[in-house]
């Protein structure tokens, strides 16, 4: 049974960090595509970043130079380190790995 734990969200002031973790078990963690979507209120789900088994990186506009994904294959872990945080940025945030295992999602709140 694939299972997926996300920890690392909060409430932080703007301009200030959060790393987001999501450990994964039940599943070949290596080979799959990794990455975080958010979904604030009101608003669809959006792709924030992603990472491919061999490391290449794809990010939003929107975080573009703030945002770090990275996963550690070892750990069956995959981060989001994210700086430079906006009100904006406010939503949960859920990890995905492949194509439909889903984590249970971690809230983030930047107050301005």
């Known amino acids: 049974q694939v299972q997926l734990v996300e920890s690392g969200g909060g409430l932080v002031q703007a301009g200030g960090s959060l790393r987001l973790s999501c450990a994964a078990s039940?599943?070949?963690?290596?080979?799959?595509?990794l990455g975080w979507y958010r979904q604030a209120p009101g608003k669809q789900r959006e792709l924030v970043a992603s990472?491919?088994?061999?490391?290449?990186?794809n990010y939003a506009d929107s975080v573009k130079g703030r945002f770090t994904i990275s996963r550690d294959n070892a750990k069956n872990t995959v981060y989001l380190q994210m700086n430079s945080l906006k009100p904006e940025d406010t939503a949960v945030y859920y990890c995905?790995?492949?194509?439909?295992?889903w984590g249970q999602g971690t809230q983030v709140t930047v107050s301005s």
């Open positions: 995905i790995v492949g194509p439909a295992y």
């Open positions: 039940g599943v070949i963690f290596s080979i799959f595509r």
């Open positions: 990472i491919t088994s061999g490391g290449s990186t």
